[in-house]
Every structure is written in C-alpha cells, then in structure tokens.
C-alpha cells in the first residue's frame, strides 16, 4: 500500500462511495456540497491546497483516500475514508500511519489531530487503536456531535 497523489479515476470512484447527504457530512464535514458533480467535488476537496492522498494497493485499487493541514501546531488529518470493500481488514491504520508520517514531516510538527463524529464508533476504534486519544479542543467546535483527538 503507498500514498499517491488522487486521478481524476480516483476522484470519481471515491465520490461513488458517498450516496446520501448524511454519509458525507459525517466524512467531509460542513461547506460541501451536495448533490455534488465531479466537478463540485474536486472543487470541495480543495485539493490544490490540502495535501491529499490516494491510498493504493499493489493492484493499484483505490483503497482509500485522508488529507492534511497544520491546525493549532499539529498535523491535523481530515476527510479519512476507506473503500467500503476494504473495510474492517486494518487499512485505515496504514492510512493514517502513512498520513502521519508525511504530514508531520512536511508540516515540521511531532504530533496530530482529526475530528470524528461521536456516533461513529468504528472510526473512534480504529484511532485509538492509532494511538489517538480524546482531548478538549481550544476552540468552538461548530460541528454537532464532534470530538477532538489528538497524537504524539
């Protein structure tokens, strides 16, 4: 598994991965777009300043895609996601190991944050199996439902 910069063909399966408004606001959090068209979507993801990943198999199958940016001196990881194919076979540790990895070096930090919405028990799993653990985060959160976590 490697990180890759995302294709227009990843752009489009990932999309398909999102069929209801709820399903996306619990990944992308508040200002996309929906119902999104490739287009919107690209635009959303703000890809030409986050850095943002492909994950890839060996097959080169798209298996999931994370992104990153500094916030409050961390390396803050956003809009994680798995292929829904892959679930529950521990790629998302990769996703975030290799994310982490990158992003502090590139961000000059030695520690990480996300947000996860509280009802999404799988996620909070998986990064706390990650070594991530809940924090209070400094600021308003405007996200309903949302937590903070963070890892050094």
């Known amino acids: 598994m490697y990180l890759s910069q995302p294709s227009n063909e990843n752009l489009t399966e990932l999309m398909s991965w999102f069929s209801t408004e709820a399903a996306l606001s619990i990944w992308s959090g508040p200002n996309f777009s929906f ?3 490739f287009n919107s979507f690209k635009s959303d993801l703000k890809l030409e300043s986050l850095p943002s990943f492909a994950l890839l198999s060996a097959q080169v199958e798209l298996l999931g895609f994370g992104q990153y940016y500094l916030r409050l001196g961390k390396c803050h990881l956003c809009r994680l996601v798995i292929n829904p194919n892959f679930r529950g076979q521990g790629i998302a540790a990769h996703l975030i190991q290799q994310l982490t990895i990158r992003g502090k070096a ?3 930090t030695n520690s ?3 947000f996860v919405v509280q ?12 070594g991530f ?4 985060y400094p600021e308003k959160i405007t996200l309903k439902n949302c937590l903070y976590m963070i890892s050094d």
Do not use: H, R
Not at 123 to 130: F, L, V
Not at 133 to 136: L, M, S
């Open 133 to 136: 653990t809940f924090a209070c």
């Open 119 to 130: 009802n999404n028990g799988s996620a909070i799993k998986t990064y706390e199996k990650s």
């Open 106 to 108: 590139d961000l000059n």
């Open 35 to 37: 119902p999104f068209d």
């Open 112 to 114: 990480s944050s996300l």
